[in-house]
């Protein structure tokens, strides 16, 4: 089952979020990081699938700072888009607004939560090892993890990147 929830980062911003909730008692929390493409049907599905296998899984809408409900798909004028919102990206907004969903799962699980993120929110999920203290974090294709490299994680990482990235 989902629904959409809303939550409020540590600075009093509030955006929305996809929740996909398991059947029975969840395992733990697992926050599923949008590429720049929005909470799309692809990030839904990612959270269904997470959530199928048994985790309470959050997808926070990063983009709700600099436009709400954004979901765009992958080719023509929504690439176009996507990438516009590029220079607007505020990091430290973004994992502001991680903790918050971060928050959320524990709240509702009571239960350790990981951070999961694809492209753009692979990179947050290392933010997240770094400065959030989730459990666990995994990211794709995080290309601007580079420029954090320094920081330390607190938890387990676990980094994917193909030959081409």
């Not at 959050?58 to 979901?71: G, K, N, Q, S, T």
């Not at 990438?83 to 994992?95: C, E, G, Q, T, W």
Request: glycine fraction near 10%.
């Amino acid at each position: 089952m989902s629904e959409r929830a809303r939550l409020k980062a540590s600075d009093g911003f509030e955006l929305g979020a996809y929740v996909a909730q398991p059947v029975g008692e969840p395992v733990a929390g697992l926050v599923v990081v949008q590429e720049i493409f929005g909470v799309n049907a692809h990030i839904r599905s990612v959270a269904d699938g997470y959530a199928r296998d048994g985790f309470l899984a959050v997808a926070p809408a990063l983009f709700d700072r600099i436009e709400r409900d954004i979901e765009l798909g992958y080719q023509g004028a929504d690439m176009e888009k996507a990438r516009s919102f590029i220079p607007k990206l505020n990091m430290d907004a973004a994992v502001k607004d991680v903790g918050a969903a971060m928050d959320f799962a524990r709240r509702k699980t009571a239960k350790k939560v990981g951070v999961i993120g694809y492209c753009w929110g692979g990179t947050l999920a290392w933010l997240a090892a770094t400065r959030l203290h989730a459990d666990v974090a995994v990211g794709y294709y995080g290309g601007q993890i580079a420029k954090f490299a320094a920081e330390t994680p607190t938890a387990p990482v676990m980094l994917h990147f193909g030959r081409q990235d």
